[in-house]
């Protein structure tokens, strides 16, 4: 069973620091890229960034550039979100998952089957 679990969500100040966590399980880690992406209310989902499943490259959105991070631990099958300097319009329903990430041409396409559960991240001004 294919499984994507988020976590490490909550409330921050502005200004402040989360790190989120994707555990992946049910399929071989190094065939996907991952990408985050996030929902705030009343809003469309968007990308966040990915990083590819064959150099560990990564791309972000314009908006998180020099703020949000991604990295990879391949022994635990797990990939990190680190975002830092959070803004109030950060606030959103994080997601994970698993598809195609190719930095290069600044793109993410998910699997329709391979999605996260979301984990809430709630920035106060």
């Known amino acids: 069973e294919v499984q994507l679990v988020e976590s490490g969500g909550g409330l921050v100040q502005a200004g402040g620091s989360l790190r989120l966590s994707c555990a992946a399980s049910?399929?071989?880690?190094?065939?996907?890229?991952i990408g985050w992406f996030r929902q705030a209310p009343a809003k469309e989902r968007e990308s966040v960034g990915c990083?590819?499943?064959?150099?560990?490259?990564?791309w972000y959105v314009e908006s998180v550039k020099g703020r949000f991070t991604i990295s990879s631990d391949n022994a635990t099958n797990t990939i990190y979100l680190h975002l830092n300097n959070l803004k109030p319009e950060d606030t959103a329903v994080y997601y994970c998952?698993?598809?195609?990430?190719?930095?290069?041409?600044?793109?993410?396409?998910?699997?329709?089957?391979?999605w996260g559960q979301g984990t809430q991240v709630t920035v106060s001004s």
């Open positions: 990083i590819s499943s064959s150099d560990d490259s990564t």
């Open positions: 998952a698993a598809g195609i990430c190719v930095p290069s041409e600044q793109a993410m396409a998910a699997r329709d089957d391979f």
């Open positions: 049910g399929f071989t880690f190094g065939d996907y890229g």
